[in-house]
C-alpha cells in the first residue's frame, strides 16, 4: 500500500490543502510550528478517525464548525478514497459526521465503527487489532519520536505490556488473569457444593430404613389384598344366588302384572263382544228395504245434459248474433230517413255551391227507397229468426231442468246404495270380529288359570331372598371396610414410594454434586499444576524469542546510526543496555543526538518485527519518521542515506529540519506557515 494524495479542510492549522505523495523516500521540510505533523495526523485521521480518548478540538482548526480529510491510497492494485468528516454541534461537543469509502469508483456511505472495520480488512490487519485502536498502524508506520523515547523511559512493568499489547501476546496475560478469576470461581464453587454434599450419609441411612419400612408395608398390603380378594370371591358368589332368586321373584311379579293385564284384557274383549253383537243388529234393520241404483242410467242422463248445455249455449249465442244485426239494420234504416230527409230540404251543394234541382233529388229519394226496402226485408228475416231461436233455447232450458231433476234423484239413489254396500260390508268385518274376540276370550281365560297355577310355585322365594340378603350385606360390609384399609395402606405405600423416590433424587443429586466436586478439584490441580505453568513457559518462550530478534535488529539498526565503540542490546523488560567497552552507561546520560539514535533503531527494530510478525498486512510498504534526526551529528545524518536504503520501504515520509538530509531524498514537499499552514 502507499499513500497517493490527501485532501485537507479545517484540519488543525490548514483552511485547505491537497497534497500528492509519490513513491519513494519523501522529505517533509519547514520550519517548527509550520504544519509538518499536522499532515501526518491528518493522513491517520483520514484512516482510522478520531481515536478513543482523542479529542476534536485536537483536529478541527480553531474557529471553524466542521472539518474534512480525503485520502486517496492504492492497494493490490485497488483505487481507494476515504472521506471522513467531523461537526461541532451546537453545544460545542465535535463528533464524526460522514463516513464515505470508495473502491474502484464504487462508494459507500457507512457509519464510524463500519469504517474503521473496512479500513482494518483493507489494511488486512488481524481481527484482535479492531479493538486496539490504531495501535498496529502506529508501530509499524508512524510512531512520534518522542513517543518513542517515552516508551524506552517507561517503567519496565508499563513498557512490557504496551510491547504485549503491540505484539499481540497480551493475550496470555489475559488468560492468566482469566485462570485466576476461573480459579477463583471454582474454588468458590466447590465450597457452595460442600456444604450441599454435608448431610449426604445422613440421607443414605434414613434410604435404608425408609426402604425397610417399605417391604414391611408391601407385605401388610400383600395379606390385605389376599384377604380382600376372598371377601370379593364370597361376595360374588352370595350376589349369584340372590341374583338368582332375584329372577324368581321377578318372574312373579312379571306373572302378577301379566296376570292383571290379562284380566284388564279380557274384560275389555267382553266389551268389545257385547258391543259388536249390538252394532250388527242395528246395521241390519238400517238395510232391511233395498235400494235400486243403475250406473248406466247416471251416466246417460249425464251424457244428454252436457248434450243439451251445449245447445244452449249455441242458441244463446245465436240469439246474440242476431239482435246484433237487428240493431244494425234499425240504425242503417234510421240513417237513410235520415239522409232522405236532409237532401229534400237541400238547396244548394255543400261541395260545388250550385243549386240541387228536384231531378237530382227525386233520384237520389227512389235509390234511397231501394236501399230501405232491402234493410226492412232483411230486418224483418232476422227477426223471425231471433224469435224461433228464442223459442228453441227456452225449450232447451226445460229439457235441461228436467235431467237436472233425474241427475240429482240417481246421485241420491247412488249415495243410498254405497251406503248400504258399506254397511254390508261392515255388518261381514264385524261378524269377523265377532267370531275372533269369542276365540281370544277363550284363549285369555285358559292363560289365566295357567298363571295362577305357576304362582302357587312362588310362595316362599320372597322370604329365600330376604335371608340371602342379609348374608350378603355383611359380606360386602366386610369386603367395604378391608377395601378401605388396603386403600389406606397402598396411600401409606405410595406416599412412602413418593419420599422415597425424591429422598433418593435428592441422594443422587449430592452424589452428581461430589462427583462435580471431584471434577472440579481435578480441574483446579490442572490449571495451578499445568495449565498455568505451560502458559507462563509459552508466554515466557514467545517473549524471548521476540526479545533476542528484537534485540539482535535493534543492536544492528544502532550500529548503523553510532560509531562502534558504543553497543546496545534488550534485558529481559525489552529495557535499552547501552554499553561502552562492556561498561553499561544509563540512557539520559546520552547525547541528544545519540539518545535519539536509540529511539529510531528502537522504532526500526519493532517496525521490523512487527512486519516479519504479521508479514501479510498491506502498510509494511510504508513508513513515516518524524523528526527522526533531532540531535543527529553531520556523520549520522550520513548514516540516513543507509537507513533510507535498508527500509526497501516503497514510500517514506519524513519530517526533519536537517538540511542534508534533502539531499537524500527523492521529494521535497516545503510547509510554510503565514497565518494558515500552506504547501509550495
Request: aromatic share 6%.
Given at each position: 500500500m502507499i499513500f497517493k494524495k490527501l485532501a485537507i479542510k479545517n484540519i488543525r492549522s490548514y483552511e485547505d490543502l491537497e497534497i500528492e505523495f509519490p513513491a519513494g523516500t519523501i522529505l517533509l521540510a519547514g520550519d517548527i510550528g509550520a504544519g509538518k505533523t499536522s499532515i501526518l495526523l491528518a493522513l491517520q485521521f483520514a484512516l482510522f478517525g478520531l481515536q478513543p480518548g482523542q479529542k476534536g478540538s485536537s483536529v478541527l482548526r480553531q474557529g471553524e464548525d466542521h472539518a474534512y480529510a480525503k485520502l486517496e491510497l492504492e492497494t493490490d492494485n485497488q483505487q481507494i478514497i476515504l472521506e471522513r468528516t467531523i461537526k461541532k454541534s451546537k453545544n460545542n461537543s465535535i463528533s464524526q459526521d460522514l463516513n464515505v469509502i470508495t473502491v474502484d469508483g464504487k462508494s459507500d456511505e457507512l457509519s464510524t465503527s463500519e469504517m474503521k472495520n473496512r479500513v482494518i480488512r483493507i489494511l488486512n490487519y488481524p481481527k484482535e487489532f479492531i479493538k486496539k485502536s490504531n495501535l498496529l498502524y502506529k508501530f509499524t508506520v508512524y510512531t512520534p519520536q518522542e513517543e518513542m523515547k517515552a516508551i524506552i523511559n517507561e517503567r519496565p512493568e508499563i513498557r512490557l505490556d504496551t510491547l504485549r499489547h503491540i505484539f499481540g501476546i497480551d493475550r496470555y496475560k489475559k488468560i492468566k488473569e482469566n485462570s485466576q478469576i476461573f480459579l477463583q470461581k471454582i474454588k468458590e464453587s466447590i465450597k457452595i457444593k460442600e456444604v450441599q454434599i454435608t448431610e449426604l450419609n445422613k440421607l443414605k441411612?434414613?434410604?435404608?430404613?425408609?426402604?425397610?419400612?417399605?417391604?414391611?408395608?408391601?407385605?401388610?398390603?400383600?395379606?390385605?389384598?389376599?384377604?380382600?380378594?376372598?371377601?370379593?370371591?364370597?361376595?360374588?358368589?352370595?350376589?349369584?344366588?340372590?341374583?338368582?332368586?332375584?329372577?324368581?321373584?321377578?318372574?312373579?311379579?312379571?306373572?302378577?302384572?301379566?296376570?292383571?293385564?290379562?284380566?284388564?284384557?279380557?274384560?275389555?274383549?267382553?266389551?268389545?263382544?257385547?258391543?259388536?253383537?249390538?252394532?250388527?243388529?242395528?246395521?241390519?234393520?238400517?238395510?232391511?228395504?233395498?235400494?235400486?241404483?243403475?250406473?248406466?242410467?247416471?251416466?246417460?242422463?249425464?251424457?244428454?245434459?252436457?248434450?243439451?248445455?251445449?245447445?244452449?249455449?249455441?242458441?244463446?249465442?245465436?240469439?246474440?248474433?242476431?239482435?246484433?244485426?237487428?240493431?244494425?239494420?234499425?240504425?242503417?234504416?234510421?240513417?237513410?230517413?235520415?239522409?232522405?230527409?236532409?237532401?229534400?230540404?237541400?238547396?244548394?251543394?255543400?261541395?260545388?255551391?250550385?243549386?240541387?234541382?228536384?231531378?237530382?233529388k227525386d233520384k237520389i229519394s227512389k235509390r234511397t227507397k231501394f236501399d230501405m226496402d232491402d234493410i226492412i226485408r232483411e230486418l224483418e228475416q232476422k227477426i223471425i229468426e231471433k224469435n224461433q231461436a228464442a223459442t228453441e233455447h227456452e225449450r232447451e232450458k226445460e229439457l235441461i231442468n228436467g235431467y237436472e231433476q233425474d241427475k240429482i234423484k240417481l246421485e241420491q239413489d247412488?249415495?243410498?246404495?254405497?251406503?248400504?254396500?258399506?254397511?254390508?260390508?261392515?255388518?261381514?268385518?264385524?261378524?269377523?270380529?265377532?267370531?275372533?274376540?269369542?276365540?281370544?276370550?277363550?284363549?285369555?281365560?285358559?292363560?289365566?288359570?295357567?298363571?295362577?297355577?305357576?304362582?302357587?310355585?312362588?310362595?316362599?322365594?320372597?322370604?329365600?331372598?330376604?335371608?340371602?340378603?342379609?348374608?350378603?350385606?355383611?359380606?360386602?360390609?366386610?369386603?367395604?371396610?378391608?377395601?378401605?384399609?388396603?386403600?389406606?395402606?397402598?396411600?401409606?405405600?405410595?406416599?412412602?414410594?413418593?419420599?422415597?423416590?425424591?429422598?433418593?433424587?435428592?441422594?443422587?443429586?449430592?452424589?452428581?454434586?461430589?462427583?462435580?466436586?471431584?471434577?472440579?478439584?481435578?480441574?483446579?490441580?490442572?490449571?495451578?499444576?499445568?495449565?498455568?505453568?505451560?502458559?507462563?513457559?509459552?508466554?515466557?518462550?514467545?517473549?524471548?524469542?521476540?526479545?533476542?530478534?528484537?534485540?539482535?535488529?535493534?543492536?544492528?539498526?544502532?550500529?548503523?546510526?553510532?560509531?562502534?565503540?558504543?553497543?546496545?542490546?534488550?534485558?529481559?523488560?525489552f529495557t535499552p543496555i547501552?554499553?561502552?567497552?562492556?561498561?553499561?552507561?544509563?540512557?539520559?546520560?546520552?547525547?541528544?543526538?545519540?539518545?535519539?539514535?536509540?529511539?529510531?533503531?528502537?522504532?526500526?527494530?519493532?517496525?521490523?518485527?512487527?512486519?516479519?510478525?504479521?508479514?501479510?498486512?498491506?502498510?509494511?510498504?510504508?513508513?513515516?519518521?518524524?523528526?527522526?534526526?533531532?540531535?543527529?551529528?553531520?556523520?549520522?545524518?550520513?548514516?540516513?542515506?543507509?537507513?533510507?536504503?535498508?527500509?526497501?520501504?516503497?514510500q517514506i515520509i519524513l519530517v526533519s529540519h536537517a538540511q542534508k538530509i534533502e539531499g537524500f531524498v527523492d521529494h521535497v514537499i516545503r510547509v510554510k506557515k503565514e497565518g494558515t499552514s500552506q504547501v509550495e
Open positions: 441411612e434414613k434410604l435404608n430404613k425408609e426402604n425397610e419400612n417399605k417391604i414391611r408395608l408391601a407385605r401388610e398390603v400383600n395379606n390385605l389384598v389376599i384377604e380382600h380378594n376372598e371377601l370379593l370371591k364370597q361376595k360374588k358368589e352370595s350376589e349369584e344366588k340372590l341374583v338368582s332368586i332375584q329372577k324368581s321373584i321377578e318372574e312373579k311379579r312379571n306373572i302378577d302384572s301379566e296376570l292383571s293385564q290379562k284380566k284388564i284384557i279380557l274384560q275389555s274383549k267382553k266389551d268389545i263382544l257385547d258391543r259388536t253383537q249390538k252394532e250388527i243388529f242395528n246395521m241390519q234393520k238400517q238395510i232391511s228395504q233395498k235400494v235400486e241404483f243403475s250406473e248406466e242410467r247416471l251416466k246417460s242422463i249425464l251424457e244428454l245434459l252436457a248434450k243439451h248445455k251445449s245447445i244452449l249455449e249455441k242458441t244463446n249465442s245465436d240469439i246474440i248474433d242476431k239482435s246484433s244485426r237487428i240493431s244494425v239494420l234499425n240504425s242503417k234504416k234510421e240513417d237513410l230517413v235520415k239522409l232522405k230527409e236532409k237532401i229534400i230540404s237541400l238547396e244548394n251543394c255543400p261541395t260545388c255551391f250550385q243549386t240541387v234541382g228536384a231531378e237530382h247412488k249415495i243410498k246404495f254405497e251406503h248400504q254396500k258399506t254397511i254390508e260390508t261392515k255388518i261381514k268385518s264385524d261378524a269377523f270380529i265377532l267370531d275372533r274376540t269369542a276365540n281370544e276370550i277363550k284363549e285369555i281365560e285358559e292363560q289365566l288359570k295357567n298363571f295362577l297355577e305357576k304362582l302357587e310355585t312362588f310362595k316362599e322365594t320372597e322370604k329365600i331372598f330376604e335371608e340371602h340378603k342379609t348374608e350378603f350385606d355383611k359380606i360386602n360390609e366386610k369386603s367395604r371396610l378391608k377395601e378401605i384399609t388396603l386403600a389406606e395402606k397402598n396411600r401409606e405405600l405410595e406416599i412412602l414410594k413418593k419420599q422415597l423416590e425424591e429422598l433418593q433424587d435428592t441422594i443422587s443429586k449430592k452424589e452428581k454434586t461430589l462427583s462435580q466436586i471431584h471434577h472440579l478439584r481435578e480441574l483446579q490441580d490442572w490449571l495451578q499444576e499445568k495449565f498455568l505453568a505451560i502458559i507462563t513457559l509459552t508466554e515466557k518462550n514467545v517473549l524471548a524469542k521476540l526479545r533476542n530478534e528484537f534485540s539482535k535488529i535493534f543492536s544492528e539498526w544502532f550500529s548503523v546510526l553510532v560509531p562502534e565503540d558504543l553497543s546496545v542490546r534488550l534485558d529481559e523488560d547501552i554499553t561502552n567497552q562492556d561498561y553499561e552507561i544509563e540512557y539520559s546520560f546520552l547525547s541528544g543526538g545519540e539518545r535519539t539514535a536509540v529511539a529510531l533503531a528502537y522504532r526500526l527494530a519493532l517496525n521490523q518485527v512487527l512486519n516479519s510478525l504479521l508479514s501479510k498486512i498491506k502498510t509494511k510498504e510504508v513508513v513515516i519518521l518524524d523528526e527522526p534526526t533531532d540531535g543527529f551529528s553531520d556523520e549520522q545524518l550520513d548514516k540516513m542515506r543507509d537507513i533510507f536504503d535498508q527500509l526497501k520501504a516503497e
